[in-house]
């Protein structure tokens, strides 16, 4: 059963150039989580999302930045004109569906995508 | 809002050793508190969790956790500290009981020196 797999794992870019992140979550589950990790620091919840909702996007920055999590396909975090203050490692957590919490509780995590901003 | 807390960014073990990571949490109702394990340029793993019934919650790799509500606290423990659990340990607490979001403490880096 595969894990939560996120891509691309390593991300370079320029300021002002787009970037987009894509996360598969586990097999079965249909809910997921955006994470942001700056440079030692703690993890910071961006946005939830099901399938084709956005449920809670309170972690997300105004401007710039966007989630989706269509219908087929991975859910895809894209951050429009990069800014040095973007670099960091963006996590994909997902949960199983349903409309009260998972029977195990936790959240499933991706490797994370490395976003780097020259 | 709920949140957790964990005052020591790093704490330093000699292998062998016991190891406590203090997590303190601040909620309104009941918590739904969990341990995560980060290792360099990996993601996050789940260590242990508790919900309800026994204070002392055991986990992954030979870790435990003791939840102390008069304390608001949920340490992490291990008897015996390998060199090989030197890593970015996480507490997080759930948001709402209808929710699967987390929100997480600032981390504790673990070290721990042969």
Redesign the interface.
């Known amino acids: 059963n595969a894990g939560?797999m996120q891509n691309p794992r390593h991300l370079v870019r320029r300021r002002g150039q787009e970037a987009r992140l894509r996360c598969s979550p586990m097999k079965g589950h249909s809910?997921v989580?955006w994470?942001r990790q700056l440079p030692e620091?703690?993890?910071?919840?961006m946005v939830?999302l099901q399938k084709e909702n956005i449920?809670?996007e309170s972690g997300m920055p105004k401007e710039r930045f966007s989630a989706e999590f269509p219908k087929e396909g991975p859910s895809i975090l894209r951050i429009q004109q990069v800014v040095r203050g973007d670099s960091a490692a963006y996590?994909c957590?997902s949960?199983p569906p349903g409309?009260?919490?998972?029977g195990t509780?936790?959240?499933?995590?991706?490797?994370?995508s490395?976003l780097t901003v020259l | 809002a709920q949140s957790v807390a964990q005052p020591e960014d790093q704490v330093n073990v000699a292998e062998g050793n016991p190891l406590t990571v203090k997590c303190t949490y601040s909620v309104s109702g009941n918590p739904y508190l969990f341990w995560y394990v980060q290792y360099p340029n990996r993601g996050l793993q789940f260590l242990l969790k508790y919900i309800t019934g026994d204070n002392l919650v055991k986990g992954s790799y030979g870790f435990e956790a003791e939840f102390n509500k008069s304390q608001t606290s949920f340490h992490l423990k291990k008897p015996s500290a390998l060199v090989s659990d030197s890593a970015l340990y996480f507490c997080a607490v759930r948001e709402s009981y209808n929710t699967d979001k987390l929100i997480f403490g600032t981390g504790t880096r673990l070290q721990v020196f042969p």
């Open positions: 939560v809910h989580y994470y620091e703690g993890l910071k919840f939830y449920i809670d996590f957590a949960s409309g009260q919490p998972s509780g936790e959240l499933f995590f991706g490797e994370g490395r």
